[in-house]
C-alpha cells in the first residue's frame, strides 16, 4: 500500500474527511477511492461523515470561504427573506434551500423578523438531519436586544431552527437599547455555546467604531450591510474600516433587489461573456477580499444560478468595464439600508 502524507494518520476514512477540509472534496474523493471502499463504512467521526455525505450526494467542490476568529464562513449563501410568510410555500422554501445545501451553497441567512419566524421554521426543516454540514446565521430585532431579551430571543430562534447553536448571531440594525448592553448578552450567549461568533448588521462606520470602543466589542466577527454593483458606498470607509479589523462583511441585496439583472450594460455584458447578469453580479462581489454574498434562494432556477457564480472567474477586461458602468463611490455617503 502506498505511503499516506505525514500529515495524516493512517488510511482511512478519518484521513479522506480532513483531506476534505484541507484540501477540498475532490482529493477526498480520490484519497477514499485509493484507500478502499472498506474505509467508508469505518467512518465515525464527525469529519468524517462530511466527507461521506459528499460523496454520496454528489457535492460539488467546496465553495470559497472567508475567514473569521474561530475559522471560516463561505462566501456564497442562501437569503431567506420573505420566506415563512405562507404555509402554502413551505414545501418549496423547504426544496430551495436544500437544493442550495446540496450544490454547496451551506451559508444561510435567516432572522427572527422574517416571517415572525417562519423563515427560521423553514430553515430548520431543510438542514434537519444535515446540520453539521451548515453556517447558520440568525439575527435578533432591535428591541429584543437587552442582556436578558437577546438571550430569550436566541433561545427562541434556536427551537424553530432544531439546532443548539448558531454559527453567527447578529443584531439586525441599530435601537434604542445600548450596545453595551447587547454586546454583554452576545457574550453570555457566546460562553454557554448558544453562539459561535456574533456581530451586526447595517452598520456605518462610525456605529463600528462606537462598538470597537467597548469592551469586548472587538469580537465582533461580521457586518451585514446591502452591497452590491449598484450600490458601493460601503468602499469609502466602512469596508476598509472592517478589512482593517478582520470583520467579515455579509452583503445582503447582492444583486440589487433585481434591479441590476435589468441593467443594460450589465445585460450586454453578460451576454458577451455567456454568462447571466447576477452570476456576474454575484462573481464581482466574491472578488471582493473579506465580503460574502447572500442572495436570496427564490427559485431552484435561481438557485442553480446563483451557485454558477462561484465558478466564474472575472477577467481584468470585464472588471474594468464593470468600474467604468459601476464607479466606486468619491466621497463619504449614507449607508443604504432596506
Known sequence: MEETPSAYCKPCAHCAARLAYDCGIVIAIQAIHQ???????????????????????????????????????????????????????????????????????????????????????????????????????SK???HHASRRGA??????????????????????????????????????????????????????CADMEELFALPSGARCAANQVMYNLGCRGVEWDLLPFCRKHRVAVMAYSPVGRGRL??????????????????????????EQRGVSAIPKAASDAHVRDNRAAADVRLPVSVLEQLERAFPAPSGPTSLAIL
Open 151 to 204: 438571550v430569550a430571543a436566541c433561545k427562541r430562534s434556536l427551537k424553530r431552527l432544531g439546532t443548539d447553536h448558531l454559527d453567527l448571531y447578529l443584531l439586525h440594525w441599530r435601537g434604542d437599547i445600548p450596545l453595551a448592553e447587547t454586546v454583554d448578552a452576545f457574550e453570555s450567549l457566546r460562553r454557554d455555546g448558544n453562539i459561535r461568533e456574533w456581530g451586526v448588521s447595517n452598520f456605518d
Open 35 to 137: 484507500r478502499g471502499v472498506w474505509a467508508i463504512h469505518k467512518a465515525a467521526s464527525r469529519r468524517c461523515t462530511h466527507a461521506v455525505q459528499a460523496i454520496d450526494n454528489n457535492m460539488a467542490p467546496t465553495l470559497p470561504s472567508i475567514p473569521l476568529a474561530s475559522g471560516s464562513m463561505p462566501a456564497l449563501g442562501l437569503g431567506t427573506w420573505m420566506m415563512g410568510e405562507h404555509r402554502r410555500d413551505r414545501k418549496k422554501e423547504v426544496a430551495t434551500i436544500a437544493l442550495g445545501l446540496d450544490l454547496g451553497m451551506t451559508l444561510i441567512d435567516t432572522a427572527e423578523m422574517y416571517g415572525d419566524g417562519g423563515a427560521e421554521e423553514v430553515v430548520g426543516e431543510a438542514i434537519a438531519g444535515r446540520r453539521e454540514q451548515v453556517f447558520v446565521v
Open 140 to 142: 435578533v430585532y432591535p
Open 261 to 286: 439583472l435589468r441593467d443594460r450594460s450589465l445585460q450586454a455584458l453578460a451576454g458577451e461573456i455567456g454568462r447571466s447578469p447576477a452570476q456576474i453580479a454575484l462573481a464581482w462581489l466574491l
